[in-house]
């Protein structure tokens, strides 16, 4: 099989095998499509295109899915995966894979029954509480991936089941305690009384919020930073991108996002002793399929959020069809692949035309500095 | 191999389209789809064991009646003096649990760790041996065969995680000519001296099933939540369901699978609710019932008539908002009995050759009184745990 420049070859140490101005084959568009393919790149058009499909299929089942209420009920559901795939996001356009998630979810609502145990007043000190974990358990994954070498895969999947454990130890497999009501305001109320829409949730708020943050983010130096890095960390180190501190900081930022996330669930549904429960995967799967390549680099924070918008609309849609629950992942898995598919088809994941012109860079020299 | 993009667009769009398509019926017509197929799965439905768990229902049990643990309906009694003990109290019981991966089974392993200590207080059994298996068949035949092969144990206890997979492991243990108590879910084999377990998965979803038909008017509809598909007990539970449900004029909108997961659930009933009222919830375990009625409350309608189960959260909400609700049972309490069976055993004592012990629903009536007797229990507690009169009462079930 001959290596098109579509498909996203990696050499041996799992940097981007480049092959030079041989790769750049595209053909010369005009002004209107390549700002049409700007837009598109990173999956965003695939993944808008998959939401708006499941969409209308979902409105011939139920019309009534798009007045207001409903909407709104589904943004609720959805808000936590949104801000899973934005954490989640930040590390993989790093470069790397955060698994603790789902652990850490439910490890944090644990906590916080035990904590607040129906007491109003420790609301607001179990919430610091569960920031101080959540950025523990960035910190650890950050150091040990990148000063320890350890990869993230590895890494997040002990922390994973570090904590997975811990949380089993510490409750006996029975989780304890109740939440406040306070504490479930975020992810179960909201703005009442607003025409048409009727209430706005918080959680949908808090997650516009954290989204609009993430792109300003990504903006930033810190953002370039971040991408640069995911694409070449050799190259970014070499142009003074302290690789091993943006990295750390993307994985607080993905534990952080989860203990948002963690309040929303919480909030959402109280406390049973599945919560949490491959959290991680969903958050991955809604990333993918927004189009931000494994191995980083690439992508935008409105495809990972179109991502998981995508995940949650298709498990409305098979619930709205009826579909039996025992098939569905099956169906979940081609929708994902075959959306996957087509965005690579499309040159959607396709490096930027800049980048593929790039003179080759012999990354496989064994400098040995690709994780400073 | 360029694949057209079309093609692969084609093949997305047509997955979409297709599952549209192939479950249009269902939603159109409620009685003959796949959500709401009233017709038990041939697998999981016994027709002469569903009758005989629903008269088993109807039985006084024998023995003494303030301890259901040490109650049986229409026991077969064995002898068992051939393994009579000489030192009891050195007697070394081997206990291999399929897991204790939920509530329910947490709850119960407190009790029978307690239930040890108690007898061990009274020298009727000695060291209490535990091993572990994580809901793995296959660890769980190695702890069994590792308990074999150590010699040392005079009772072996298993509760097993699926029935036709261990059941060679649990004959095994047979052949060591160690007495073996099965308890909890069964083995296809009748090699055990005792096999202890509530009535069963039937009678409880015919609990379930049949209040929902008493309580609502008919053609009201009822939405099934289920945890997962494939596990016997549970299976069991919704076959009873449905053939009670077939019977009714009650319109059953379908069944979901919720892996007990409060969110899960809670957005399941909130979709159900856009399209349309609900007025009955049944559930095959009352994991995340409450979750269920926040989403009533989210969407500002009334309860439904609820069938949950004797755990503490739901029982709680039932108090607080004055349900119409039923709490089936599946007898927490026989985690107690195969430990005191051991003891009976090592002391030559006759034991029922298959232990079915009562299993009866807790009712409105009783509500106030179980709540009580568990004020300082945990949400996540069962109320019929039978553990007040055991050592350690109530700490070693509230510091859990």
Same mark, same amino acid.
């Given at each position: ?203 949908? *708020?808090? &997650?516009? @919020? =954290?989204? !609009?943050?993430? /792109? ?5 130096? +810190? ?77 935008? *924070?409105? &495809?990972? @959020? =179109?991502? !998981?918008?995508? /995940? ?5 849609? +098979? ?54 | ?400």
């Amino acid at each position: 099989m001959t290596p098109t420049p579509a498909q996203d070859t990696r050499g041996p140490d799992g940097s981007r095998d480049r092959r030079g101005p041989g790769g750049a084959d595209g053909p010369r568009d005009s002004g209107v499509r390549t700002a049409l393919a700007a837009l598109g790149r990173g999956g965003t058009a695939t993944a808008a295109l998959l939401l708006a499909l499941i969409f209308v299929v979902i409105a011939t089942q139920n019309p009534s899915f798009f007045e207001g209420p409903p909407l709104m009920a589904f943004a609720k559901k959805a808000a936590p995966l949104v801000i899973l795939a934005i954490g989640q996001y930040l590390v993989i356009v790093s470069g790397e894979f955060d698994l603790s998630v789902g652990s850490l979810v439910g490890a944090q609502v644990v906590v916080a029954a035990r904590f607040i145990d129906g007491q109003e007043p420790m609301t607001l000190p179990v919430i610091g509480l569960m920031a101080a974990l959540g950025l523990v358990v960035g910190l650890v994954n950050g150091l040990v991936t990148t000063l320890l070498r350890v990869p993230s895969i590895i890494t997040t999947l002990g922390t994973m089941l570090i904590l997975f454990g811990a949380v089993r130890y510490w409750t006996g497999g029975a989780p304890t305690g109740a939440l406040s009501e306070s504490f479930r305001v975020p992810g179960r109320h909201g703005i009442e009384g607003v025409p048409f829409l009727g209430e706005i949730p918080w959680a949908l *708020v808090i &997650a516009l @919020v =954290l989204a !609009a943050g993430a /792109v300003l983010l990504m903006r930033s130096p +810190f953002g370039r930073s971040l991408m640069a890095t995911g694409d070449n960390d050799v190259a970014a180190a070499f142009s003074g991108v302290r690789v091993w501190r943006v990295r750390t900081m993307a994985f607080v930022g993905s534990s952080l996002m989860a203990t948002v996330a963690a309040i929303l669930i919480g909030g959402y549904a109280g406390v049973t002793a599945q919560v949490g429960d491959g959290l991680e995967f969903a958050a991955i799967t809604a990333v993918v399929l927004g189009g931000v390549v494994l191995g980083g680099g690439r992508g935008t *924070v409105v &495809a990972a @959020v =179109l991502g !998981a918008l995508t /995940v949650e609309a298709l498990f409305t849609l +098979f619930n709205q069809l009826y579909l039996p629950s025992t098939i569905q992942p099956s169906v979940q898995g081609l929708i994902i692949i075959a959306a996957v598919a087509y965005a690579a088809r499309r040159g959607d994941l396709r490096l930027p035309e800049r980048l593929r012109r790039r003179p080759d860079h012999p990354t496989e020299r064994p400098l040995g500095t690709s994780r400073r | 191999m360029r694949v057209p993009r079309v093609l692969l667009a084609g093949a997305a769009g047509l997955t979409l389209m297709l599952t549209a398509c192939t479950t249009d019926a269902p939603a159109d017509s409620p009685e003959g789809g796949s959500g709401a197929e009233l017709t038990p799965d041939g697998e999981w439905f016994d027709e002469a064991e569903f009758e005989a768990q629903l008269a088993q229902r109807e039985i006084t049990p024998e023995g003494p009646e303030d301890q259901p643990w040490l109650q049986a309906i229409e026991p077969e009694w064995v002898d068992t003096s051939e393994f009579v003990h000489d030192a009891p109290e050195d007697a070394t019981l081997c206990f291999s649990n399929a897991s204790v991966s939920n509530p329910w089974r947490v709850t119960g392993f407190i009790t029978m760790e307690q239930q040890v200590e108690a007898l061990q207080e009274e020298g009727r059994v000695g060291e209490f041996r535990v091993s572990d298996a994580a809901d793995d068949d296959n660890q769980q035949i190695s702890d069994i065969q590792a308990f074999v092969d150590s010699g040392d144990c005079d009772v072996i206890i298993v509760s097993p995680s699926t029935t036709a997979t261990l059941t060679p492991a649990v004959e095994t243990a047979c052949e060591s000519g160690v007495p073996v108590v099965v308890f909890d879910r069964g083995v296809n084999t009748d090699c055990m001296v005792t096999f202890i377990h509530p009535i069963g998965g039937y009678a409880y979803g015919a609990d379930a099933a049949e209040f929902l038909v008493e309580e609502l008017e008919p053609g009201s509809t009822v939405l099934a939540l289920r945890i997962l598909p494939g596990v016997d007990v549970l299976e069991h539970r919704w076959a009873a369901a449905q053939e009670i449900f077939a019977d009714s004029e009650l319109e059953v909108l379908g069944y979901e699978f919720t892996e007990g997961d409060g969110a899960k659930i809670k957005d399941l009933v909130s979709q159900h609710l856009q399209r349309g009222g609900v007025d009955g919830i049944w559930m095959d375990a009352g994991d995340g019932a409450v979750a269920g009625l926040e989403a009533f409350e989210d969407a500002g309608q009334p309860y439904p008539v609820i069938a949950g189960e004797d755990e503490l959260s739901f029982m709680r909400k039932w108090q607080e908002e004055d349900l119409t609700a039923i709490a089936p049972v599946y007898s927490n309490f026989q985690w107690r009995t195969p430990i005191l069976a051991a003891g009976m055993i090592l002391n030559g004592e006759e034991v029922p050759s298959e232990w079915v012990l009562p299993q009866e629903p807790i009712r409105e009536d009783e509500l106030d009184e179980y709540l009580e007797r568990n004020e300082d229990m945990p949400s996540l507690h069962y109320a019929k745990f039978g553990g007040e009169d055991l050592p350690g009462f109530p700490e070693a079930w509230t510091e859990r």
